[in-house]
T-cell receptor, first 115, second 114 residues
Framework: EPEVTQTPSHQVTQMGQEVILRCVPI?????FYWYRQILGQKVEFLVS????????KSEIFDDQFSVERPDGSNFTLKIRSTKLEDSAMYFC?????????????FGDGTRLSIL | AQSVAQPEDQVNVAEGNPLTVKCTYS??????LFWYVQYPNRGLQFLLK??????LVKGSYGFEAEFNKSQTSFHLKKPSALVSDSALYFC????????????FGTGTRLQVFP
């Protein structure tokens, strides 16, 4: 069964440094998402992306965050200048559609630890 | 504001017994409803969804969920629990109107004892 893959599985970064989290969505999916889960808290929506544009973003997704689909397979989340509170598990997801109730399929996540 | 409530942090059940994991939601209109399961060190795995139609939907691994519009609930059920069902279960909703985002509950840890 096709899977969403995320790399790295664990990223440790100094506060203030830039970090890029990488995702390879399921190959025939067109809608891409990032969510995060701070330890012990809910899974929270960050951003959705379609047709090379952000289609929706949450208030968490401020100017420090950006997303990109640099080629036909990768989907990245960049945090420009990391803060301690960015420490969380970041999940990438993809879907074949957005308006028909198609489920979002998640990767195993990247655990981001900011020191 | 849109929200999802999973009132139980943990549900304990003996293997072979039926299980129920509760979920209620507050979303205007008719939402899409989902259940996901998370095993240790893994991502969220899609179990089942309610879009429209029959209130009882069937999903993976013998799980089913019952949609109740009047009670705004979408409880996850399984007639006979397995030890391997032990995991963290998340209910999620999505407003049908012009949004992509899933809103998740806080999760319920299911522990099935042999």
């Amino acid at each position: 069964e096709p899977e969403v893959t995320q790399t790295p599985s664990h990223q440790v970064t100094q506060m203030g440094q830039e970090v890029i989290l990488r995702c390879v969505p399921i190959s025939n999916h067109l809608y891409f998402y990032w969510y995060r889960q701070i330890l012990g808290q809910k899974v929270e929506f960050l951003v959705s992306f379609y047709n090379n544009e952000i289609s929706e973003k949450s208030e968490i997704f401020d100017d420090q965050f950006s997303v990109e689909r640099p080629d036909g397979s990768n989907f990245t989340l960049k945090i420009r200048s990391t803060k301690l509170e960015d420490s969380a598990m970041y999940f990438c997801a993809s879907s074949s559609g957005d308006r028909g109730g198609q489920p979002q399929h998640f990767g195993d996540g990247t655990r981001l630890s900011i020191l | 504001a849109q929200s999802v409530a999973q009132p139980e942090d943990q549900v304990n059940v003996a293997e072979g017994n039926p299980l129920t994991v509760k979920c209620t939601y507050s979303v205007s209109g008719n939402p899409y409803l989902f259940w996901y399961v998370q095993y240790p060190n893994r991502g969220l795995q899609f179990l089942l969804k309610y879009i429209t139609g029959d209130n009882l939907v069937k999903g993976s691994y013998g799980f089913e969920a019952e949609f109740n519009k009047s009670q705004t609930s979408f409880h996850l059920k399984k007639p006979s629990a397995l030890v391997s069902d032990s995991a963290l279960y998340f209910c999620a909703v999505r407003d049908r109107r012009n949004t992509d985002k899933l809103i998740f509950g806080t999760g319920t840890r299911l522990q099935v004892f042999p």
